[in-house]
């Protein structure tokens, strides 16, 4: 299984940025996927889930600025992030059924 996020980068605050994440390996449509981040010096948090049947979960510090989705044809999970703050500067990763993880992709926010 290979996990494969892209889209990060630098963004002032109140900015937006999409993350996705391509799966291969893996029975993508039946899968559960979800995103998680880690900023320096902190552990790894939750931000949001997806169920292989389109259920949404979000932490509660990104609900109403996040949205996560997923696109079964393309084999890929997205994280649509809006009104971005400084506190949400991390790096973002893709998990799998609560099992498989990707490489992680920098998110900065400036202030």
């Known amino acids: 299984v290979q996990l494969q996020a892209s889209g990060g980068g630098v963004v002032q605050a109140g900015g937006s940025l999409r993350l996705s994440c391509a799966a291969t390996g893996i029975a993508f449509s039946v899968a559960d996927m979800g995103w998680y981040r880690q900023a320096p010096g902190k552990e790894r948090e939750f931000v949001a889930s997806?169920?292989?049947?389109?259920?949404?979960g979000y932490a509660d510090s990104v609900k109403g600025r996040f949205a996560i989705s997923r696109d079964n044809a393309k084999n890929t999970m997205y994280l649509q992030m809006n009104s971005l703050k400084p506190e949400d500067t991390a790096v973002y990763y893709c998990?799998?059924?609560?099992?498989?993880w990707g490489q992680g992709t920098q998110v900065t926010v400036s202030s």
């Open positions: 997806i169920t292989s049947a389109g259920r949404t």
């Open positions: 998990n799998a059924e609560q099992w498989y």
